[in-house]
């Protein structure tokens, strides 16, 4: 059974960053294709970043790739999201799934105010 539980949101003023991480388990498959998805009030949830570990190719949302870093430690079946100069916009609940949207976890606040 597949379980992904993400740890590392907060509140942070404008300009900070955060790292968010999922915790990963359960694939009887080494390869697939993890990331983060966020939801912010009254609006669809949208795909952040995916990370394949196969190739540990990526794909950003173009509005966020210059800020947002998505990594992963193969040793701890870690997932990260590396966020730096967090906008107002940017406040969500951010959920770390699998990129095909079949496994999520139970997301992560983020709330970027000062």
């Known amino acids: 059974q597949v379980q992904l539980v993400e740890s590392g949101g907060g509140l942070v003023q404008p300009g900070g960053s955060l790292r968010l991480s999922c915790a990963v388990s359960g694939f009887t498959s080494d390869y697939y294709t993890i990331g983060w998805f966020r939801q912010a009030p009254g609006k669809e949830r949208e795909v952040v970043s995916c990370i394949n570990t196969k190739d540990d190719s990526t794909f950003y949302t173009a509005s966020m790739k210059d800020r947002f870093t998505i990594s992963r430690d193969n040793a701890k079946n870690t997932v990260y999201l590396t966020m730096n100069n967090l906008k107002p916009e940017d406040t969500a609940l951010y959920y770390c799934?699998?990129?095909?949207?079949?496994?999520w976890g139970q997301g992560t606040q983020v709330t970027v105010s000062s």
């Open positions: 799934a699998t990129c095909d949207r079949s496994h």
